[in-house]
């Protein structure tokens, strides 16, 4: 299978992700720590619950209920999300929040049964790849939200290398991967 590697635009990237296609993405160092931050990500467009049953039943062979966490820009999260009671990082993936109502209906693949959902919140200073994309995807589909899941297959270890990435790629069949500056793919 002829695989095409190409520069990208972001709003390109973004097009494609409002398209419905999932990509896999590794820019720059990978994150230390138990989630896939941005660095190391499958993302798609949090809108379409196709996407979530795609990830979880044939990308990451899990159970269908098993919940995707949603990346969101920081000037989004109060549109979304409810605060927490207390001063805590969103950052990092690691506190649930609730949802408010537009989630339900707008945001359905990041949904936990409970109305919660695990986010992690970007702006321009914590990682600019993420934002930029984000900033760039909510031109297309007014959300500035994505579904971000680690980059790895079933049972096996987040991607850490090119080559990683490049195996993994293919054999989850996502439908394109960013390679810092290159986009490959051979189904755009």
Not at 143 to 158: A, D, W
Request: hydrophobic residues 40%.
């Amino acid at each position: 299978m002829i695989q095409r590697i190409s520069d990208y635009t972001y709003s390109s990237v973004a097009n494609y992700l409002h398209q419905g296609f999932i990509g896999g993405f590794v820019w720059g160092h990978a994150e230390a720590g138990p989630r896939a931050l941005g660095n190391r990500s499958i993302l798609a467009d949090a809108r379409s619950i196709q996407n979530k049953d795609r990830i979880n039943g044939y990308i990451k062979n899990r159970m269908a209920f098993q919940p995707l966490a949603p990346v969101c820009l920081e000037e989004d999260f109060d549109r979304f999300f409810e605060r927490p009671p207390c001063d805590i990082s969103l950052e990092y993936m690691l506190f649930a929040v609730k949802c408010k109502e537009e989630v339900m209906t707008k945001l359905p693949a990041i949904l936990h049964a409970d109305h919660t959902a695990r986010v992690q919140v970007v702006n321009q200073k914590r990682n600019p790849n993420l934002h930029v994309l984000l900033t760039e995807f909510k031109k297309y589909s007014g959300v500035g939200v994505l579904i971000n899941t680690s980059f790895n297959g079933k049972g096996e270890p987040i991607v850490n290398t090119i080559e990683q990435a490049y195996n993994t790629y293919r054999k989850l069949d996502l439908d394109f991967l960013i390679i810092d500056k290159f986009l490959i793919s051979n189904k755009l």
